[in-house]
């Protein structure tokens, strides 16, 4: 069974930066997508960025572009989101989720596991 933790939110004034970590246990991680989303006040949970942990391709929402970076560290077995230029609208709690999928899949219902969340606040 595959379990994800996640780490790393927290209170930020707008243009700041954060890195949520995401670590993988009780699966081979080289056979799955790692993800992240993020639901907001009032919002439905969104897709931010994705990672094929055994290629290392990624895939970000638009939104996101140039500002956040999803990362691996095999040693570790952890997926990393650097967030930058952080803004109030990126305000969310952050989940990671994976699945044995052969691509990026942008919606929620195609990932089995997911982490309990963690919160990003951002300050205007």
């Known amino acids: 069974q595959v379990q994800l933790v996640e780490s790393g939110g927290g209170l930020v004034q707008a243009g700041g930066s954060l890195r949520l970590s995401c670590v993988v246990s009780g699966g081979t991680v080289s056979s799955y997508v790692l993800t992240w989303f993020r639901q907001g006040p009032g919002k439905e949970r969104e897709f931010v960025a994705g990672?094929?942990?055994?290629?290392?391709?990624?895939y970000y929402t638009d939104s996101v572009k140039g500002r956040f970076t999803i990362s691996r560290d095999n040693a570790k077995n952890t997926v990393y989101l650097q967030l930058n230029s952080l803004k109030p609208e990126d305000t969310a709690v952050y989940y990671c989720?994976?699945?044995?999928?052969?691509?990026?899949?942008?919606?929620?219902?195609?990932?089995?596991?997911w982490g309990q969340g963690t919160q990003v606040t951002v300050s205007s």
């Open positions: 989720a994976a699945a044995r999928e052969p691509a990026i899949y942008t919606n929620s219902e195609r990932y089995d596991y």
């Open positions: 990672m094929r942990w055994r290629s290392g391709s990624t």
